[in-house]
């Protein structure tokens, strides 16, 4: 499984740390991506990371605010909010995947994690 970690609430302008940790199986095979669910929206992946050369990608509109990183001894992937946003706010979810980087609106990936709330409001 994925135990994800982190989250909170935060002022707009703050910053979040949020970690994604594999229990029972070693990470370092895996792509891993970070979904968002808003309220009233669909689930969308805005952030992945390569397993072999830890190549990441992003939506633009996290682009410069939100980092993805993997620690493979700790069998974690890391996801660092900065500069918060309201429009930010709601569910974060981490999923892992052996063939696809997970991304967007698909959803049909090996593991998911149980979700991570953040708000961000003043």
């Known amino acids: 499984q994925l135990v994800q970690s982190g989250g909170g609430s935060v002022q707009p302008g703050g910053s979040l740390r949020l970690s994604c940790t594999a229990s029972?199986?070693?990470?370092?095979?895996?792509?891993v991506g970070w979904f968002l669910q808003a309220p009233g929206t669909e689930r969308r992946g805005f952030a992945c990371?390569?397993?072999?050369?830890?190549?990441?990608y992003y939506e633009d509109h996290v682009k410069g605010r939100f980092t993805i990183s993997r620690d493979n001894a700790k069998n974690t992937v890391y996801l660092e909010l900065n500069s918060l946003k309201p429009e930010d706010s709601g569910l974060y979810f981490c999923?892992?995947?052996?063939?696809?980087?997970?991304?967007?609106?698909?959803?049909?990936?090996?593991?998911w994690g149980r979700g991570t709330q953040v708000n961000v409001s003043s």
């Open positions: 999923a892992a995947d052996h063939v696809y980087c997970p991304w967007g609106l698909s959803h049909n990936y090996s593991w």
């Open positions: 029972g199986f070693s990470l370092d095979h895996y792509k």
């Open positions: 990371i390569e397993n072999k050369d830890s190549t990441t």
